[in-house]
Every structure is written in structure tokens, then in C-alpha cells.
């Protein structure tokens, strides 16, 4: 095939842009790492290399295979197009209590599965380069966020995909741990959309916001604490386009018991 140009990236920080089907990376560490070459109109290709002290490594050529490109137009509750709305696809999308999260490095935003464009006058969008797994396209304006589109795997493109921009309400509320005011980690997840979700940190007194979220019924959970030891509890609340909503967490104090078979 053609020479492709795009971007490599070792590790988490060491980038350079592929010219002509070649690219060269400097300052290395010798140790493992994991090679991601990506650009426009090709899927990312990921490839795991070891550097040795002293050598300039040859990873030899890397096939990149064709990815699809994923396309529709972003519309606000009237059915009017909106230009500049920010479309993002990725496995699994998540929101801060304000906006989505997103890296400000698109190479870093490849390895996490998410990428944006902004959509043009007439409200249309095309993202090429998508690969062949399952995937989610949402999209985000100062004026509403979207629910995703859930695009099935294959090798297909995806045209005529529709975005209707929802608008913001916000969601405040408390979080106890068997009656106590307590920190947490807090999400709200529509109960219609999967792998999509806001979250936010409750601080010690137990008090969270998420100051936008589209109008909707979601499920509001908090998690006090990680891995095995997490307490978790869950309610429902409705948002209401430019109202605030309330959900107070009460998380059940609880024993933990684990069962190990030897």
C-alpha cells in the first residue's frame, strides 16, 4: 500500500509525526514499550517493541489497515443544525461535572479510545480512522449534549448518523456512609445509555455538583473507597432542562467477607 502519514507515539510521551510511511523517535530509555502509529483515513496500529541500552531499534514496517469513517449531522431540540459542537467518539465516554473529559493531547486521546472533531456550519461531522470495534458517538454544545449512538463493530462506515443536543439541567446532593457526611466518588449515568456517564468527586462534607447534565432519568451512584473494599449505594433522579435536581446517597455501612479456595 501507499506510505502513510499521521503520528507515532512510545509509551506516553515520546511523539513524532510519520512523513512518507517513516518516522524517527529520539531520547529513548532502554525497557518495553508500546508502539501506537495513528492519522487520518487508517485505523491505529499498536505494536510492542523492546529498546536495548546503546541501539537504535528497527521495528521494520507496520501494516495499517483502512479504518471507517463515521458521519452525521449534530441538530438542537428544534431540528436546527448546530455548528461547533464538539462530536466524540470512543468505547466509553465520560464527562467531569461540566463537560467531557478529553485530552488536550489527540495522541493521548488515541490511547484512551477518544477522539472529537467540531462540526462545521451545516452542523455535519466525519471522523475517519475509526477502527472495527464497537463503538459510541456523542456530541456536546454550550447549549446541550447529545445521548450516544451505539455504532456496532465492523468495518462499515457509519453515515447518516443523528445528534440531538438535549439541554443542561444540574444535579446537587449529599453523600452518607451509615448517616455520616462523608467524601466519595460520585457518577450519573443515563438509565437508556451504556458506557457513558458523568462523574465528580463528593468532598469531605459529602457535598457534590454536576453543574450540566442533559435532561434525563439517571442513576446516581457513590463509591466510598477502591477495589475489593468499595461500599457502594445507588437512586434515581430526573433533570430537568434548566432546573436543579437533588439526589442525596445514603451508602449502608457493611461488612466485607471474602472467600478464598485454596
Known sequence: GEPAAGMAMLGLTNTGTIRNGAFQLGNVNAGAYRLRVSGDGFAQAVKDVWVKDGETLDVGTIIVERGRTLSGVVRDAKGRPVAGAKVFVGSKISATGTTIEESNDEMIGDIVGLRHVVTG???????????????????????????????????????????????????????????????AQVSARRTSQFNIDAGVDASDDGAFLIDRLPEGTYQVSAQIGRGMGAQTASVSAVVRAGKASTANIDVPKGDLELAVEI
Do not use: C, W, Y
Open 121 to 183: 456550519e451545516d452542523g455535519a461531522f466525519a471522523i475517519s480512522g475509526i477502527g472495527p470495534q464497537k463503538t459510541n458517538v456523542l456530541a456536546e454544545h454550550a447549549s446541550g449534549r447529545s445521548d450516544g449512538i451505539a455504532v456496532p463493530a465492523g468495518i462499515d462506515d457509519a453515515k447518516g448518523l443523528a445528534l440531538s443536543l438535549r439541554a443542561f439541567g444540574s444535579m446537587r446532593g449529599t453523600v452518607r456512609f451509615g448517616g455520616k457526611l462523608v467524601a
